[in-house]
């Protein structure tokens, strides 16, 4: 009898230990494609949401964006830590997409004489765009409706492939417009203006938008350049004039946009209903 006392004692003085809270998982995959922006907001509230690992800011609601690569594969993962502190899953389905390709001539892509002069200006102007688009800022300007910049005949999808004999070059990383030159280029929403500047070598003048949460759209070939760094400006301003500034073969507008560095079709975020 003592014994048994005794380990009735010991049973009601051992801690404890909490069952873990259960794991969330969405019930169905959230779908989506190569090279698309994609904005939605959180099946169960939560914080600390990742993307396959890489932090993804969230606004107080639970909306978020994410940014996909041309390339992706058939699947990614978003995770987070659920208000009652339940690890939490969200599967994404990435359909593949079969992008236009140009096949061109070898001799067109033929390497010049090394040039050193040239090589110092590019890293200089590639510099600045980094450095203009380093940023992750709060601003809440990417939930709203885009529109498009100018009318025109869209010329180069994205994520078009140009093969030069048997070398293929990098995918063409934006949405070319053909439109008159001096055609006034609209902010597709509002933004704050990172850079304005040029002519870069390739890129020629060129405006960076910054619309928050790291997503950008740079603006490229501009004949004119109507903006400031630093200056706030609203959907629908004039930001410049389209034009063949840099390595164009007409006049254009190259609209490309980035989310965290991941170059993604601009045309996605004028398709799709915002958050």
């Known amino acids: 009898m003592k014994l048994v006392g005794l380990a009735l004692v010991i049973a009601a003085a051992a801690p404890t230990v909490a069952a873990a809270p259960l794991p969330f998982t969405a019930a169905a995959a959230l ?5 698309a922006v994609v904005r939605s907001r959180l099946p169960r509230p939560g914080h600390d949401l990742t993307l396959d690992g890489r932090p993804v800011p969230m606004a107080s609601d639970g909306a978020f964006m994410i940014g996909i ?3 992706a594969g058939p699947t990614a993962m978003l995770a987070w830590t659920t208000d009652d502190g339940r690890p939490a899953r969200w599967p994404l389905t990435v359909t593949a997409q079969a992008w236009d390709t140009d096949r061109l001539p070898g001799r067109l892509s033929m390497p ?22 380093a940023d992750v800022s709060p601003l809440p300007f990417w939930r709203g409706a885009f529109i ?7 010329s180069t999808n994205f994520g078009a492939q140009r093969i030069y004999g048997d070398r293929p070059a990098a995918p063409h990383g934006g949405m070319d417009i053909a439109a008159p030159t001096g055609t006034p280029v609209l902010s597709p929403t509002p933004a704050i203006v990172k850079l304005a500047t040029g002519p870069f070598a390739l890129e020629g003048n060129l405006v960076i938008l910054d619309h928050g949460a790291g997503l950008y759209s740079v603006m490229m070939h501009l004949s004119r350049i109507d903006v400031q760094p630093g200056q706030i400006v609203a959907q629908g301003q004039p930001i410049g004039l389209v034009g063949a500034t840099g390595r164009a073969t007409g006049p254009h507008l190259h609209w490309g946009m980035t989310w965290q560095g991941v170059r993604v079709d601009p045309a996605t975020l004028m398709t799709e209903t915002p958050q």
């Open 69 to 71: 690569d041309r390339d």
């Open 112 to 133: 010049g004489p090394p040039n050193p002069e040239y090589d110092a200006r590019r890293t200089r102007e590639l510099g600045a765009v980094k450095a203009a688009r």
């Open 31 to 35: 779908a989506t494609r190569q090279g």
């Open 148 to 154: 498009r910049p100018v009318p025109g005949r869209i």
